[in-house]
């Protein structure tokens, strides 16, 4: 199966449907079975089916702030960062 990504409306439910087996609910989302049980498991632990925090050196800048600056670069391809940095298009 290819690799699919459940939204957490999807993983309520299937918290919802964990009375029927794991291979079954696997079918009907179209994941493998180890998903089924790690996220059951993990709701009967953590009473949460959030995504746990990954590993890694967390955002200096907002999703707003990436368009802004993506959109400045392509309207001048020649400026340099710090000139970012200057006109306040990054709060670094």
Not at 73 to 80: I, M
Request: charged fraction near 25%.
């Amino acid at each position: 199966m290819a690799r699919r990504k459940l939204s957490i409306a999807e993983h309520w439910q299937v918290v919802g449907m964990a009375s029927l087996s794991c291979r079954r609910i696997a079918v009907h989302f179209g994941v493998n079975h180890t998903v089924i049980m790690r996220l059951v498991q993990r709701y009967r632990q953590t009473w949460s089916v959030e995504d746990r925090p990954r590993a890694g050196r967390p955002r200096k800048t907002t999703p707003r702030e990436d368009r802004n600056l993506s959109r400045q670069a392509r309207l001048k391809p020649f400026s340099s960062a710090d000139s970012f940095v200057d006109f306040g298009l990054l709060g670094v």
